[in-house]
């Protein structure tokens, strides 16, 4: 495996790995987060609001989850792909097959 693959590959796969993190982040302390938020422009002497007005959000919604879900799974894909070694993964994340990917590139 060519050693380009190879990095596309743990990059692919470190990718995948951040958004899954940090949309469970998202998920456990979003809503904590835009709570405490609120009280605290409350606190302050802001109309709430102010906030909501301004379009103002600390927690995900369905849509940015499911999103992101699905951007950490085609990178997986992606990735496997090119373990696989099937010139359709070089193509997909390369955009041509034989740019980087050549046997005597590595």
């Known amino acids: 495996m060519p050693v380009a693959v190879a990095m596309a590959c743990l990059l692919q796969l470190g990718l995948a790995g951040l958004f899954v993190v940090m949309l469970g982040s998202y998920r456990s302390a979003g809503p904590r987060a835009q709570r405490a938020m609120d009280a605290e422009v409350v606190r302050r002497g802001v109309a709430p609001e102010v906030l909501a007005e301004y379009g103002v959000r600390l927690d995900e919604g369905r849509g940015a989850l499911v999103a992101g879900y699905a951007i950490a799974a085609v990178l997986v894909v992606l990735a496997v792909l090119n373990l696989s070694g099937t010139g359709i993964g070089r193509v997909l ?13 590595s």
Do not use: Q, T
């Open 93 to 105: 994340s390369w955009g041509r097959s034989h740019w980087c990917c050549s046997e005597s590139a």
